[in-house]
């Protein structure tokens, strides 16, 4: 029988192995900043997706004043287009459904268009442009999700 995927609270002892996965990306975090802010910023929710016992992929949110901010979703590169960012992010979104909120909002680099097409997927729209914001003078979408009873 195939084990399922598993999304879990993050803990202390995972930042490494989350660490191997966000290091892989074009814009990735240092070390210390994933750990300063999983440790350090009590609005931050952590969440990942585990098979097995391996980590696959991860999501940091953060709720501030009612908005809940996607600040970092990474897979493993083995395990990329299968639906794990997917769920990851779904998870992510209902675990603040009950409370009263604007919205989600999140940056993208603005040509990663499997990132752009899932969140569309997901009901995010385009709203605005960060010039400059990534490496290399890449520019960021800004996409929000709101919630239209809660405005």
Known sequence: ??????IRKVKEEDLVSL???????????????????????NFSSYFLAEKDGEILGFIALMNVAGEIHINNIAVDQNYRRQGI???????????????KLIGYTLEVREDNLAAINL?????????????????NNKAALIMWKLIEENL
């Open 1 to 6: 029988m195939e084990n399922k995927i598993l």
């Open 19 to 41: 660490y191997e996965i966000e290091k892989t990306l074009e814009d990735s975090w240092s070390f210390n900043i994933l750990r300063d802010d999983f440790l350090g910023n």
């Open 85 to 99: 960012g997917q769920r990851l992010l779904t998870y992510g979104l209902n675990y603040f459904a009950k409370e």
């Open 119 to 135: 969140y569309e997927k997901l009901g995010f729209i385009k709203v605005g442009l960060r010039k400059n914001y990534y490496k």
